[in-house]
């Protein structure tokens, strides 16, 4: 089924669009990042025991009868127009780009990142603001080196997303029908729209469950209905077969912001997840991811491995990219 039809079901079913193979980006896809905690939650609950289920705590519901009003349907439609684009950037997209990527975790990392068609090549250029020397200067120059001398490994890689991203864009086309949209302002070309779970929306899968506990705020630029920001968060405790597996706290967090990069090209440029709770014998849950993403450049679409290897080495003698961070 075409993504659209999905989504608009309720319009003639005769607007058929084009199929087309969709290519994944070596980055996560755009909205989709946001919902990274949502993937994390389906490997833990499949992982646990195939029986394993969420009890869905029950909440404050906006009326069914809201649903008709004609400033509802407004915001209903335009997360669905911008769920459709998001979805159609990532089939029709096939742009290559290089950027900076920064990570907080125990330490700050900043990475440089190529993207190929055969997958992305990515360089540690520095810890904590220190750029590499030494051993670790040498052991980061052998692995580029042995990963741009084996595509079938960066291929592999590859799939392995690829197979990511179909469960990730099943998640993406579910959130018009998962919740109720409601316009809060306008700033220009920036609408700000809340979010509340539909207490109509039935899910077939345990990792969709979780829908039921998040509310927040998505924020999309009405004139190319393309995301600009989501933020969200756990409205009540997740627990994985009644407790006795484990549970997410409630107050759990993310958020996500998109930037069109260049060229008309939309991409992530910050995202942080926060979730902590508890799994099976009461091992500690715990998502912090705080990233950023700047300095987009576009690459050649044929670019080889060997040569993003060659660019990334060249950029960290001169330091060039490191004086990005």
Known sequence: MNPRDSIHSHRNSSDQRPKSRVKRRARAPLLIRSLIFLVFLSVLSLSLTPSCSLD????????????????????????????????????????????????????????????????????????????????????????????????????????????????????LRMLPRAFVFHEVSRKGDIVKLSFTPDPNFHPSSHQA??????????????????????????????NFWGGLLGHLDKGGTFKVEDRDVGEGHWDMVFLNVNMNGKALFFKTISVHQHEAYSDYHRVPDDLSLKEAARELKQDAESGDRAAGE
């Open 56 to 171: 869905v705590f029950a909440g404050a519901f906006p009326s069914a009868s809201s649903l008709h009003e004609p400033r509802q349907e407004s915001a209903q439609q335009l997360v669905r127009d911008m769920v459709w684009n998001e979805l159609q950037a990532q089939t029709h997209d096939h742009s290559h780009w290089r950027f900076h990527e920064t990570q907080w975790n125990a330490a700050r990392k900043l990475y440089d990142v190529i993207q190929t068609k055969y997958g992305d090549l990515h360089r540690l250029l520095a810890i904590n603001g220190t750029p590499l020397e030494g051993g670790a200067l040498e052991a980061e120059d052998n692995r580029i080196q042995q990963l741009s001398s084996d595509p079938d490994q960066v291929e592999q890689a590859q799939k392995k997303r690829d197979v990511d991203a179909k469960q990730e864009r099943a998640m």
């Open 209 to 238: 469950e979780v829908f039921h506990h998040m509310e927040g705020t998505v924020f999309v630029d009405g004139r190319v209905n393309r995301l600009v920001q989501i933020d969200g968060h756990l409205t009540s405790r997740v």
